[in-house]
């Protein structure tokens, strides 16, 4: 069957792949109300990024020109790809200058968008310090803060000189002379500079600048323990704010009005907002938890440099409630005034322009995906006017009774090393299909497991779910423990429990739908990608309820692959298993890494598995699933294995991530002795012929 033939109200696989939730990922500060500035990743030009211009009206134009490629490959993860070195002031701006990483080479262009035959211009480095300016393909970057009374800006440098030994500074570039200077190193990481004139008031001169950063050490993940701090670059004096404190810290924000360093911490338990007054020099938290429900503010940081809350008045506070909305906070007051959640459930990057009255972020709910979003607002923020500035791409002929809506679920969970009872939450998301039976038997489940482990299931609308959900299949998207947005001590109760806790949750998870009548007990299946892999390949092998299963770039086995991992994730292990201990080959560390991997224990394995790479993954090297499928062979057990050139951590080419989607649909109806329906591109004659 043809996938455009839509008489079944079958979600097309190119809606899917051309609306993924990754789609729009940056917004940008508003300089100008008549248009607006966005981070986009194109699949339909082989995923491709720039960034975009819309305007009120919803037109849009991508600024970058066609052969450049905008992505910097920081931490592997990257974000911040782009510093705006003179806001545009209107939409034809030709003053309007950027600086970006370019992809392949990761080097440094400025740009002039708006002006007539400007091509990017390549920085080439004069070496001041520190850096070996001939080698500039070495180096990433991310997160500029713009210095405009000496057209200098400050970044997070990545040296991968040695690759052995990869090293973060901080780095100043001066745009007129192209000299770079590291200006603060000797922490393993930094991330989130920000700058600030300190006025004095009795004068017209800048009295200080200040330049607030987080940073981290070895071997603390940014979501584990870091730190905030604030270094005058005229006397070199640092405030280390978070001194004598264990917290997680990200997104400080300057604020003009009260002289006062706002940041994210979970000091108290939750990811709020805190800030440090410069003329107390106390810190203080600024929105107490209980009075937002306990949602948390921000999120772990894979992505560098992600903004969660703005200034959208002196006194106001705009701010991203994880999976919840959105709250606006009186600073004043200390009071909520506004929790708004009907617009839309979960919101990332959000920026905001008090003089504009005026916020941009991406947000999304069940029956939106995650779009460009543009908030209007009067000055006592009685009247709020949201516009999705950019609907999603094909999906004209989408009604809302072919989109299945999330249920959330709480359930009780344990796990086989302990007798621990414990909550855990989920989304069920119930099947589309019309089954002709007057009483339909309950659906095969597909159950999902999130990467990170600290990322988090949210309940945006997601076209792949619909894929699934239109054909037959139920959809559970599990927050284990360890994901995020629960609090700190359900983000930290995984840890040493990793490979034990999260698949027992994503098990019962599972057992509790079927209890509930919401899935066939005999139809189940499960799917992961990176930790969400690991979680997969050991629910399989450690347990026997799943008919089938498909891990896209999963971890099997975890002492090769915390010896193989990149500098982010090379100390992870010590905090979410045990630290290795190389030179003690045969110590109690052995045995947990053996105990936990599923690649020890095929033994067990029952189940049919696909297995989906990229040959340049540099988090978790694709040998690791060559060796799953290398031994699931050799028992005869029914396995899949495909690896694409060119892809990494996480597939980005429109072609490859339509193999995967319709070979691990594929792949399950047959286990199911079904025929599968809507495939448009792959005959389905080669999966496990």
């Excluded at 440094?108 to 400007?118: I, S």
């Excluded at 599972?510 to 799917?527: N, R, S, Y």
């Amino acid at each position: 069957m043809n996938d455009t033939n839509n008489d079944l109200n079958l979600i097309p696989i190119d809606l899917v792949v051309n609306n993924k939730d990754s789609r729009y990922l940056e917004s940008f500060k508003p300089s100008n109300n008549d248009f607006s500035l966005f981070f986009e990743i194109i699949p339909e030009e082989e995923t491709r990024s720039t960034l975009i211009q819309i305007d009120n009206f919803g037109n849009r134009i991508d600024l970058i020109p066609k052969k450049f490629n905008i992505i910097s490959s920081i931490i592997e993860y990257g974000g911040n790809s782009i510093t705006i070195i003179n806001e545009p002031k209107s939409n034809k701006d030709e003053e309007f200058l950027i600086l970006f990483s370019e992809c392949e080479t990761q080097e440094l262009y400025l740009f002039q968008p708006h002006k007539v035959n400007d091509e990017p211009k390549k920085l080439i480095f004069k070496n001041k310090a520190t850096i070996d300016s001939t080698n500039s393909n070495k180096l990433r970057f991310s997160s500029g803060t713009v210095n405009k009374e000496n057209e200098k800006v400050i970044m997070v440098c990545e040296d991968h000189t040695n690759e052995k030994e990869v090293l973060h500074y901080l780095v100043e570039i001066n745009l007129k002379t192209n000299e770079i200077e590291t200006i603060e190193k000797g922490n393993d990481f930094y991330a989130y500079p920000t700058l600030y004139n300190g006025k004095d008031k009795s004068s017209s001169s800048s009295s200080s600048l200040l330049l607030a950063y987080t940073y981290w050490n070895f071997p603390n993940m940014p979501w584990d323990n870091s730190n905030v701090c604030i270094k005058d670059l005229k006397t070199n004096e640092i405030i280390n704010i978070s001194e004598g404190y264990e917290e997680s810290v990200l997104n400080p924000i300057w604020s003009e009005f009260d002289d006062c360093l706002y940041f994210i911490s979970d000091l108290n338990g939750y990811w709020t907002i805190h800030k440090y007054d410069l003329k107390s020099k106390k810190r203080s938290q600024v929105i107490p938890s209980e009075l937002i429900n306990f949602k948390e503010i921000g999120e772990p940081m894979w992505y560098f440099g992600r903004s969660y809350y703005g200034f959208i008045t002196p006194t106001k506070l705009i701010a991203a409630l994880a999976d919840y909305g959105l709250v606006i906070f009186n600073i004043e007051t200390n009071q909520v005034e506004q929790i708004i959640r009907n617009q839309f459930s979960h919101v990332k990057s959000i920026v905001a322009s008090p003089s504009l009255s005026t916020a941009l972020f991406i947000g999304g709910s069940s029956t939106v995906m995650f779009s460009p979003i543009k908030l209007n607002y009067n000055s006592d923020l009685k009247k709020c006017e949201f516009k999705q500035l950019l609907n999603a791409k094909g999906g004209e002929s989408i009604t809302d009774s072919m989109i299945s809506k999330p249920i959330e679920i709480e359930f009780n969970t344990s796990s086989k090393s302990d007798n621990l009872i414990e909550k855990a939450f989920a989304y069920y998301y119930p099947p589309t299909f019309k089954n002709s039976s007057s009483t339909p038997p309950p659906p095969p489940l597909l159950v999902k497991s999130h990467g990170g482990p600290t990322d988090r299931a949210y309940s945006v609308l997601n076209y792949e779910y619909q894929y699934w959900t239109s054909r037959g299949f139920a959809i559970l998207d599990v927050n284990y423990r360890g994901s995020s947005g629960f609090g700190k001590r359900y983000r930290k109760i995984l840890n040493g429990n990793w490979g034990l806790y999260d698949n027992a949750d994503l098990v019962n998870a599972a057992l509790h739908t079927v209890k509930m009548g919401l899935a066939d007990k005999d139809k189940m299946f499960i799917d992961g990608g990176s930790a969400g892999g690991f979680a997969t390949l050991c629910s399989l092998t450690f347990y026997d309820i799943f008919k089938g299963g498909c891990s896209y770039y999963g971890v099997a086995d975890l002492e090769a692959l915390f010896k193989e991992t990149h500098k982010f994730e090379s100390r992870y292990q010590d905090t979410l298993i045990t630290k290795m201990k190389l030179d003690e080959p045969n110590g109690e560390w052995k045995r947990i890494y053996r105990d936990r991997s599923p690649i020890n224990h095929l033994d067990l394995l029952k189940s049919p598995i696909a297995l989906f790479h990229g040959l340049e993954d540099h988090v978790v090297p694709y040998n690791q699933s060559v060796l799953m499928y290398d031994h699931l062979k050799s028992k005869g057990i029914p396995s899949i294995l495909e690896l694409f050139p060119g892809e990494g951590h996480g597939f980005l080419s429109k072609d490859n991530i339509i193999k995967c989607l319709e070979y691990e649909y594929i792949f399950f109806c047959k286990l199911l002795n079904q025929l599968p329906i809507g495939i448009k591109y792959n005959n389905n004659n080669t999966i496990l012929s």
